[in-house]
């Protein structure tokens, strides 16, 4: 089979990488809006549907040569897993993250989301929405963290709510 003809039976990745980054992100978020408690199940769902679903769905989108979408699932599952191990920290002798280290860690996504975003400027109206929301996410994330006042995480949390329906309602549409 020649590779034009494989490339055209490798299924679409979008829906697997949309729905690892809502359903991840719908947990930390309740979380972050104070509605549930920080435990095991985000830490699950981060590393296996938001980590490892994504990066599965950004490796099939680099062998459909979408650079966008292979940038965007890879890096976004590899921010789970960093997240994770932060979260987790099992370098032992190694110092826990503090809060300006977090705030530090959550400004440098939003930057970089910021940038997806630009380049979603070619793109539909909804993917442009969805990264600018995610890239305020983030600086609210930063914040909180920065200031410790738990009210940005708070509004952060609830805005997270919002933007992460957005993928999810289009990868159901869509697909």
Partial sequence: MNSEKRLNTIANPSPLGLIGFSLTAILLNLHNAGITKFSVVIIAM??????TAQIIAG???FLRNNTFGATTFTAYGLYWWTQILIWLNPFPGVEAADLPGSGWYLLLWGIFTLFMFVGT???????QLQFLSLAALYF??????????????RVGGYAGLLVVRQPCTAAWDRY
């Avoid at 609210?140 to 995480?153: E, I, K, S």
């Fill in 46 to 51: 981060g590393l296996a549907l938001g980590g």
């Fill in 59 to 61: 490796i099939m989108e």
């Fill in 140 to 153: 609210l994330l930063a914040a909180g963290n920065f200031t410790g006042n738990v009210a940005f995480t």
């Fill in 121 to 127: 400027l070619r793109l539909n109206r909804v993917s």
